[in-house]
């Protein structure tokens, strides 16, 4: 099954809000068998590969379920890009990733590790967004505006 990571969240005076390259993405996790939902937080890359067993494939993803002991996997869309979050986006999803999900369903995402966005007139880089806290604020120089994220919210939705 293939799933979108939707995004939302409220940008002041900021666009192109992005994960940083080689981003540790977090997620929680369904097992697709027993339908038990993983506690902890998972993470993985897009640059991590591990084999599959039984299989001569790999994905970013390998575990095994803590409660029925399948074995599962995810990966990111191999074609697919990163998306950036758009001022134009306000309050609205937008896709920032597709995964390709088998015997898990991804139910959740913490916007953990550095972010990236740049003042929506300015132009300005902002580096190291850190939005474990679901929200940041900070001050353009150049604008001379107050910048922020704040009201983060997720979904996921199946793809074709």
């Known amino acids: 099954m293939k799933l979108g990571l939707y995004i939302k969240a409220d940008l002041e005076n900021v666009t192109d809000l992005t994960p940083v390259d080689n981003y540790e993405w977090h997620f929680k996790v369904e097992c697709g068998s027993c339908h038990e939902v993983d506690q902890s937080w998972i993470s993985f ?43 134009e986006q306000n309050g609205k999803f937008q896709k920032l990733a597709t995964f390709d999900c088998r015997g898990l369903e991804l139910v959740d995402f913490s916007p ?31 604008s001379n505006e107050p910048v922020g994220i704040s009201n983060i919210e997720v979904q996921f939705k199946k793809e074709k």
Do not use: H
């Not at 679901?134 to 150049?142: I, L, R, V």
């Open 112 to 142: 953990r590790d550095p972010w990236r966005a740049k003042g929506a007139e300015s132009g300005t880089p902002f580096e190291d967004i850190d939005l474990c806290e679901g929200e940041w604020a900070e001050y353009d120089e150049k």
């Open 45 to 87: 890359n897009r640059q991590d590969s591990y084999d599959m067993s039984g299989s001569r494939g790999t994905a970013n993803l390998v575990m095994r379920c803590k409660f029925c002991k399948r074995e599962s996997t995810a990966q990111f869309e191999p074609n697919a890009k990163i998306q950036s979050y758009q001022i």
